[in-house]
Nanobody, 123 residues
Framework: QVQLLESGGGLVQAGGSLRLSCAASGRTLKSYSMGWFRQAPGKEREFVAVINWSGTNTAYAESAKGRFTIAAENDQNTVYLQMNSLKPEDTAVYYC????????????????WGQGTQVTVSS
């Protein structure tokens, strides 16, 4: 059984930073891609960023480029999402997920999901 546990969310002012963590446990996920998605109130869940465990391949949503950085720490089985220059429109529940498909940006191709962590950015 795979477990993904997100942490690091919270309340931050616009322009601030947060680092989200996703700790993976259970079966080995080293052949999986690890993605971050988010869902704002009243909106559909959307892709944010994805990485493979070697860190050699990453992809970002346009809204995240230049502000967010995804990283994977193999030894810790943890994936991070560093979010800088946060905006009120970044307010959402952020989810970590694992996919057998390399570099997938499509949520229905993800096999395992965490419970999410709330990020609130005040103006």
């Amino acid at each position: 059984q795979v477990q993904l546990l997100e942490s690091g969310g919270g309340l931050v002012q616009a322009g601030g930073s947060l680092r989200l963590s996703c700790a993976a446990s259970g079966r080995t996920l080293k052949s999986y891609s690890m993605g971050w998605f988010r869902q704002a109130p009243g909106k559909e869940r959307e892709f944010v960023a994805v990485i493979n465990w070697s860190g050699t391949n990453t992809a970002y949503a346009e809204s995240a480029k230049g502000r967010f950085t995804i990283a994977a720490e193999n030894d810790q089985n943890t994936v991070y999402l560093q979010m800088n220059s946060l905006k009120p429109e970044d307010t959402a529940v952020y989810y970590c997920a694992a996919s057998r498909m390399m570099g997938s940006t499509v949520q229905n191709r993800y096999d395992y999901w965490g419970q999410g962590t709330q990020v609130t950015v005040s103006s």
